[in-house]
């Protein structure tokens, strides 16, 4: 089992920057791809980025690549979501999961592909 916690969100105006954090405790993280996902009022949860067991690969949404980056500490088992350039069309609760299985791919894309999710952390971003 693997317990995931979100925190980093907050209120910031368009154009601003907010890093977002997921520790993990229970099982070794290091063996677990990551993603973070996003779901907009009355929207889909939708894919924003993911990260391989050991860092080394990283896929990105088309809406957020060139703005966000995805990253792990696997000492501290903390993924990161660094969010630049923020746009009031970023705004979202935006949750972490783990993925058990260590293949990886275009899936990861895909929610149900993640076995672990945490709470969420709320992203508001003002005109």
């Known amino acids: 089992q693997v317990q995931l916690v979100e925190s980093g969100g907050g209120l910031v105006q368009a154009g601003g920057s907010l890093r977002l954090s997921c520790a993990a405790s229970?099982?070794?993280?290091?063996?677990?791809?990551m993603g973070w996902f996003r779901r907009a009022p009355g929207k889909e949860r939708e894919f924003v980025a993911a990260i391989s067991w050991g860092g080394g690969s990283t896929y990105y949404a088309d809406s957020v690549k060139g703005r966000f980056t995805i990253s792990r500490d696997n000492t501290k088992n903390t993924v990161y979501l660094q969010m630049n350039s923020l746009k009031p069309e970023d705004t979202a609760v935006y949750y972490c999961?783990?993925?058990?299985?260590?293949?990886?791919?275009?899936?990861?894309?895909?929610?149900?592909?993640?076995?672990?999710w945490g709470q969420g952390t709320q992203v508001t971003v003002s005109s």
């Open positions: 999961a783990a993925r058990r299985q260590i293949a990886w791919g275009p899936r990861v894309v895909r929610p149900f592909e993640y076995d672990y």
């Open positions: 229970g099982r070794t993280f290091s063996d677990y791809p």
